[in-house]
């Protein structure tokens, strides 16, 4: 097999805005369906993009098309029912971020996954962003030593997206579950996914819903009821098994300065992602280098094109299902951390 045959499911925003454009060059992918319970959604897309066959749910295209993969791209609440139908119906699977609303819908996909035999990938672009890749292979090569501490974190001044995502049921949270996630995971990943075993964190909705002017959002599919009902800020430490700790902060609305930034700090050296840096010592004085990294850098092309070669070679994906569960029991220990305001154990 020199290419997969995959088919999406989702027609919104990141599929049409990422994951589609990326197919097109995509060397390894032929993007063979397209469906979405919005039927006229998928129908756009597969008129914007060529797609041959369109669907209004994953059952439907389960039976009608041949492909070997699905590529999830619809909202959080639904990964799980589509991705443990998939499973049975053979299929290996991409997964959008988070892999579910919360563990237990995580375990559930798990359990398909693993009975069916499928790969399974989750789709977190930073795994397959140049400045991450290039962290990870110096930690890997051991430069930076042993990473003992870490923080993280993805600010928004006022970025609240719109619709489903700020309905919990649908979504399974507010910024923690939808940005504070890519950066936990850079994180977790520079730091050569330690195990987790213990969380504490504090979330607030306070000012998440506002009317300011003169600012933008990413715009999710309206929600029946047009709540909002999750957090807009959030905070905390997670421990890992080898002692090491990662602070991170994430927020969709705050009255505080727009940023975002990791850090790793190593025994040999540190890395800073924005802007990329490594901090060390070089004859025994303070170093500091910058690492350049190509303009062109797709990472969602990456993504796919890794997901891709590992179907056709049986190849463990680089955002393997244990560490997808892993990531979703975090983001729950921090969930669970808020709630009953104590630490939790993992
Ligand atoms: N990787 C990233 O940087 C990134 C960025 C944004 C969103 N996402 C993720 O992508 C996913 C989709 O987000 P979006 O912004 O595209 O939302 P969206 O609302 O624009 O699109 C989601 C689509 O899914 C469809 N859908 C819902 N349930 C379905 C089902 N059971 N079967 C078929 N279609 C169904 C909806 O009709 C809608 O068209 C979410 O999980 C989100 O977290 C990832």
Redesign the pocket.
């Known amino acids: 097999m020199e290419k997969i045959r995959i088919g999406i499911?989702?027609?919104?925003?990141?599929?049409?805005?990422?994951h589609l454009p990326a197919y097109q060059s995509c060397k390894n992918v032929e993007v063979s369906a397209i469906?979405?319970?919005?039927f006229n959604?998928?129908k756009l897309a597969a008129q914007k993009y060529n797609i041959p066959l369109v669907f209004?749910?994953?059952e439907e295209m389960l039976a009608g098309a041949e492909i070997d993969a699905v590529d999830?791209?619809?909202?959080?609440?639904?990964?799980s029912?589509?991705a443990i139908t998939a499973a049975k119906a053979g299929k290996h699977i991409l997964c959008?971020?988070?892999m579910a609303i919360d563990f237990e819908h995580a375990l559930l996909m798990e359990e398909a996954v693993n009975k069916a035999g499928v790969i399974f990938m989750l789709?977190?672009?930073g795994r397959f962003a140049a400045p991450n890749m290039m962290v990870r292979e110096l930690f890997e090569k051991g430069e930076l030593g042993e990473v003992y501490y870490a923080k993280t974190a993805y600010i928004r001044r006022r970025g609240t997206?719109s619709?489903?995502?700020t309905d919990k049921k649908t979504?399974g949270g507010g910024p923690i579950i939808?940005i504070g996630v890519?950066r936990i995971d850079a994180a977790w990943y520079l730091m050569g996914n330690p195990k987790p075993v213990r969380v504490s964190a504090a979330t607030s909705s306070k000012i998440g819903n506002y009317n300011t002017k003169g600012v933008s959002r990413?715009?999710?599919?309206e929600c029946p009821d047009n709540c909002f009902n999750t957090e807009d800020s959030g905070a905390g430490v997670i421990h890992f098994d080898n002692g090491a700790i990662l602070f991170f902060e994430t927020s969709w609305a705050i009255n505080g300065p727009e940023h975002s930034d990791t850090q790793i700090c190593g025994t040999k050296a540190g890395v800073t992602l924005d802007p990329l840096t490594i901090y060390g010592e070089r004859n025994e004085y303070l170093s500091n280098d910058i690492l350049t990294v190509a303009k062109n850098d797709n990472p969602?092309l990456n993504e796919i094109t890794h997901f891709a070669d590992c179907v056709i070679n049986n190849k463990k994906p680089r955002y393997p299902l244990e560490q997808a569960v892993l990531m979703q029991k975090m983001i729950q220990g921090i969930y669970d951390s808020a709630r009953l305001r104590k630490e939790i154990e993992l």
């Not at 469906?35 to 919005?38: C, E, F, P, S």
């Open positions: 499911v989702g027609a919104g925003n990141i599929a049409t805005s990422a469906a979405d319970i919005n959604r998928a209004s749910s994953v999830i791209c619809v909202w959080n609440n639904a990964h029912d589509v959008e971020k988070p789709a977190v672009p997206p619709g489903w995502f979504s939808d890519h990413w715009v999710g599919t969602f």
